[in-house]
């Protein structure tokens, strides 16, 4: 068990509809990041907090996605109107501020039907 | 994208045999993590790589960053059954945001 807990840990959607995902990431950690990963492929970065600071955002995270993380703590992850593409299992990892390790959650699998 | 390539896709190891995977860039490496993806798991660290040339070693796994920090590999020996698993390499930057820029990774099926 790492540490990091996602939830749900599996959500199906109909097409349009709105989605939020929750992030737990080590307590201690001030730096959160989300991941998507497709079939056959490793991770791909989303976005990148440190403490409630959004300081980075991937070119892949369209306006319909939205994350947050208000008191530095857990992170929440909203994508709009989902999108057939937008299936994939969501990742989210943690850091400490003195090491280099990422340790990551179980993800969120999400399926749009 | 991804900027790491990772080769070979599929890996098919007898137990008990030695098997090497590989990791390459056309561009400079900052530093390069591997990650262990076990079936319906998520990805587990491994080890960090940052010299030029550096070797480290962990049981009978073997890490080493090329000489000229535009490639990597993963040299496991005596393959066992719980060695399977998908293992990626990711390059990671040294300043503190750290975000990790994945390979497609290379997935190992261990036949008894």
């Known amino acids: 068990d790492t540490g990091v807990s996602q939830n749900p840990r599996h959500k199906i959607t109909k097409r349009g509809q709105n989605v939020t995902f929750r992030c737990d990431p080590i307590?201690?950690?001030?730096?959160l990041y989300w991941y998507r990963q497709t079939l056959g492929q490793g991770p791909e970065f989303l976005t990148y907090?440190?403490?409630?600071?959004?300081?980075?955002k991937s070119r892949l995270l369209s306006d319909r996605f939205s994350a947050e993380r208000p008191k530095g703590s857990f992170s929440t992850l909203e994508i709009q109107r989902t999108e057939q593409g937008d299936s994939a299992m969501y990742l989210c990892?943690?850091?400490?501020?003195?090491?280099?390790?990422?340790?990551f959650g179980p993800g969120t699998r999400l399926t749009v039907t | 994208g991804q900027q790491v390539m990772q080769i070979p896709q599929y890996q098919h190891v007898q137990e008990g045999e030695d098997f090497t995977t590989y990791c390459n860039s056309s561009?400079?490496?900052?530093?390069i993590q591997w990650y262990k993806q076990r079936p319906g798991g998520h990805p587990v660290f491994l080890i960090q790589?940052?010299?030029?040339?550096e070797v480290k070693k962990q049981k009978r796994l073997t890490f080493q960053f090329g000489e000229a920090k535009k490639n990597s590999s993963l040299h496991i020996t005596a393959t066992q059954t719980t060695d399977v698993g998908t293992y990626f390499c990711?390059?990671?930057?040294?300043?503190?945001?750290?975000?990790?820029?994945f390979g497609a990774g290379t997935q190992v099926v261990v036949t008894p």
């Open positions: 307590s201690e950690h001030n730096r």
């Open positions: 790589l940052v010299k030029s040339g």
């Open positions: 990892a943690s850091r400490g501020a003195l090491s280099y390790e990422q340790y």
């Open positions: 990711a390059e990671t930057t040294t300043d503190s945001w750290g975000k990790l820029q």
């Open positions: 907090f440190q403490n409630e600071a959004q300081l980075e």
């Open positions: 561009t400079t490496l900052s530093n």
